[in-house]
């Protein structure tokens, strides 16, 4: 019996060494998500489009690239966005655009966000472990300690183990091909959630979820302050960026999260610019029921809002030298 556990434990030592040189070898490998890798495959083909929306369903869901084109001149922008893309994810999005030389936009914008918890919800997504490379779970041991949250810091390494272990979610080009729908090359990425199988939440419930929502908004009155770890990772990216002659800058889109103020903090933080659609009295269309498909999310109409409502910000920043 010694002899056996022996073994296996021999056993496990290597295959965890083998797994841990792959990921060193080869990073964001483990991050599989069928969807997204078509708009990658896409826009390897596509090098005239020259700005990239990188995020989660927020961007997904919520930004058409043609509205801003039509009333930006000289931009092509792309929909780069993935649901249920998080911070690890659109960071393995954004280097993996970095990486690869076929992608070649000149401008990239970069969902703000601060979800990082490992919870439930979010091990039933696309990502699994794959997002826990060695570069991803150092910054979330950091953003965690910042936050005074230990607990998470342990979940993030075992992320990471069974990471190496590749205990996640695997396609194949089966998979992607399968997923190279429509909105990949005729929307430019976008996907408004009248295409999905996501169904409307009923009027009277979402009515009162955006009361909700707007109360507690209003209602947050603490002093938050930037996390360090997050503002050295943006800075980080927009060297980065820098150094392949892309500009970066940081979006908060609305509707506005119970918790946005948070997120309003970083506004002066970060060494790239950031933009905000999150006030509700700027931005009163985004809390309205008819332009509304669910609890944090805009309808196809009122993305169009949105993405007319962002014009304006994206092109000032733009013009900027």
């Given at each position: ?104 936009p000149k401008y990239i914008v970069l969902e ?210």
């Amino acid at each position: 019996m010694k002899r056996f556990l022996s073994i296996l434990s021999l056993f496990v030592a290597i295959m965890f060494l083998i797994g841990l040189i792959k990921l060193a070898l080869s990073p964001n490998s483990n991050y599989s998500y069928p969807f997204l890798n078509a708009k990658k495959e896409y826009l390897k083909q596509h090098p005239e489009y020259n700005l990239y929306f990188i995020g989660s369903s927020k961007i997904n869901d919520q930004i058409d690239c043609q509205v801003i084109d039509e009333n930006i001149h000289g931009l092509k922008s792309y929909n780069l966005g993935a649901n249920a893309g998080f911070n690890l994810e659109n960071f393995q999005t954004l280097k993996s655009v970095l990486e690869d030389p076929s992608f070649q936009p000149k401008y990239i914008v970069l969902e703000l966000q601060d979800k990082i918890n490992i919870t439930k919800l979010n091990l039933k997504t696309e990502r699994s472990f794959g997002a826990f490379n060695y570069e991803n779970t150092v910054f979330a041991t950091h953003f965690q300690i910042d936050n005074g949250n230990y607990k998470q810091v342990g979940l993030a390494w075992a992320s990471f183990v069974l990471n190496v272990f590749r205990f996640n979610k695997h396609c194949d080009e089966k998979a992607i091909k399968d997923n190279y729908n429509s909105s990949v090359y005729k929307n430019q990425g976008f996907s408004p959630l009248e295409d999905s199988t996501v169904p409307r939440t009923e009027e009277n419930e979402l009515k009162n979820v955006i009361k909700d929502r707007l109360e507690r908004y209003h209602a947050d009155d603490k002093k938050h302050s930037p996390n360090k770890a997050l503002v050295e990772k943006i800075n980080e990216l927009a060297d980065q960026c820098e150094k392949r002659n892309i500009k970066l800058i940081m979006l908060i889109p609305g509707p506005a999260e119970p918790d946005a103020k948070k997120l309003l903090t970083y506004r002066n933080a970060f060494k790239v610019p950031v933009i905000s659609l999150v006030d509700p009295e700027e931005y009163p269309a985004f809390y309205l029921y008819e332009n509304r498909w669910d609890y944090g999310h805009l309808n196809e109409r009122g993305s169009k809002i949105l993405s007319k409502e962002l014009v304006p910000l994206l092109k000032n920043v733009l013009e900027k030298k």
